[in-house]
């Protein structure tokens, strides 16, 4: 089996995992955990993302290759290591959204305030502009919620469609990483 290969069933066996916990985690109601798997599954969505995005097919295979490995992924001079920052604002590019999902999830894999949200509204902790391009995007993307000031209540129904659109991208990803395929950088918008 070659890197590529074993990549692409690694990223389909984590995805494949995350469909079965958030349905579970869903049916329990169990808000925060839902959130931290959105962010993982979008953690690999942005790191097939990155490696669709790399021209020469060696460097790409180098990096396949380094992650099946387990070895930390380096800038193409070595000196230095590829971020999460770094694929995320790539990602976000090409998807608008990446980033705010992102941000909004990682506050739920790191403890954190919104750790709290029975008690306090993680939607009430982050800044108006953050809070309005969650808004922009839910609504954009997945019809709601209608309330100007939406809690983390008010979005707990989309949660499902959120997680199945970041799934169903990644999966398309990974067909196009399997047929060796680039993303076009026209794709890309100028930040």
């Not at 469909?19 to 790191?47: K, P, T, W, Y």
């Not at 097939?48 to 790399?54: A, D, F, M």
């Not at 090409?94 to 509204?121: K, P």
Request: hydrophobic share 35%; net charge negative; charged share 25%.
């Amino acid at each position: 089996m070659t890197p590529l290969e074993t990549f692409c069933r690694q990223v389909r066996a984590r995805s494949g995992d995350h469909r079965r916990a958030f349905l579970l985690l869903n049916e329990a109601g169990v808000i925060s955990q839902q959130m931290s798997i959105l962010r993982q599954e979008l953690d690999s969505m942005v790191r097939v993302i990155y490696l669709l995005s790399i021209q020469d097919v060696t460097r790409r295979n180098q990096l396949i290759e380094d992650s099946v490995n387990g070895i930390q992924w380096r800038s193409e001079d070595g000196r230095g290591r590829i971020t999460d920052r770094e694929m995320v604002e790539l990602a976000d590019q090409l998807q608008g959204w990446v980033g705010s999902v992102y941000r909004f999830g990682c506050a739920f894999i790191h403890l954190s305030w919104f750790h709290d949200l029975h008690e306090r509204d993680p939607m009430t902790l982050i800044s108006e502009n953050e809070r309005l391009s969650i808004l922009q995007h839910m609504r954009a993307y997945h019809f709601g919620p209608q309330t100007n000031t939406p809690t983390i209540n008010d979005l707990v129904p989309y949660l499902p469609s959120v997680f199945h659109k970041i799934a169903n991208n990644l999966d398309c990803y990974v067909r196009d990483l399997e047929q060796g395929k680039s993303l076009d950088k026209r794709d890309l918008k100028v930040s």
